[in-house]
């Protein structure tokens, strides 16, 4: 296509945005008020329990959310944990070859990739698994507190503070290779995409080489943008 670099390739709609920013927002909600709760030095930012009623509102998007989208756009939901749940040798050799990437700049190696990429696959797993433990220990500990046995009170306990500190590590993680790593700042990608909805052709073509073929073929690329609306599309992804 001409002018690649002046075009546009849709990459995420409108519910998978919100979808996004609704979980990251609850998420954020649950990390700063659950430190609050889980360590004592900080129970004094803690008082009159507003810590906690904020703690279970986040609670109750971070589960509302996906479940209102699932209802919603289930055709959509279904394909995202098959693309998830998904592998194939291309994935196994971006494993092998993101040290390089991600460390050296090394692009060389780096499998071409779908929709999503194997990293992106894993942080999606990773959200599923621990995101249901989170919020059926949570649960447990919020509602059935008086009726639970003390063993299985403690254990919920212990597995929603181990699950947290999973997905709070990878978390970061997500955040860094998505917005501040340097080649993600270079090539543009994941954050805009979650902002936009879109991916500039030279970005789908080089990070997510299989499913831009297949957006090629379909034609579906967006008309060239404004110049100025390009200033700072400074987006990040390969997580």
């Known amino acids: 296509m001409a002018n690649q670099l002046n075009h546009r390739v ?21 990390v700063v008020t659950g430190i609050f709760l889980y360590l004592s030095p900080l129970s004094f930012l803690a008082i009159d329990s507003w810590s906690r009623v904020i703690h279970r509102g986040a609670a109750i998007l971070f589960m509302l959310a996906p479940a209102i989208y699932l209802v919603a756009s289930w055709r959509a939901s279904w394909a995202s944990v098959k693309e998830a749940l998904t592998w194939t040798t291309d994935d196994l050799g971006w494993v092998a070859a993101a040290p390089g990437y991600y460390f050296l700049g090394d692009e060389s ?14 942080w999606y797993l990773i959200l599923l698994v621990s995101g249901t433990l989170l919020a059926l220990t949570g649960v447990l500990m ?34 860094y290779l998505s917005v501040l790593h340097p080649l993600m700042r270079q090539h543009g990608g994941a954050f805009g995409s979650m902002v936009g909805g879109t991916v500039s052709v030279d970005y789908a073509r080089t990070h997510h080489a299989k499913w831009y073929r297949r957006m090629a073929e379909s034609e579906q690329v967006i008309e060239p943008e404004p110049a100025p609306a390009r200033v700072g599309v400074a987006a990040m992804e390969n997580k």
């Open 10 to 30: 849709l990459k995420y709609r409108v519910g998978t945005r919100v979808l996004h920013w609704a979980h990251a927002v609850s998420f954020v909600a649950l």
């Open 142 to 175: 919020w509602w059935l507190k008086a009726v639970l046995p003390a063993a299985v009170f403690q254990w919920s306990v212990f597995v929603h503070d181990i699950y947290f500190i999973v997905v709070l590590s990878m978390f970061f993680v997500h955040v």
């Open 109 to 122: 190696r780096m499998p071409p990739q779908d929709h999503i990429n194997t990293g992106q696959k894993l």
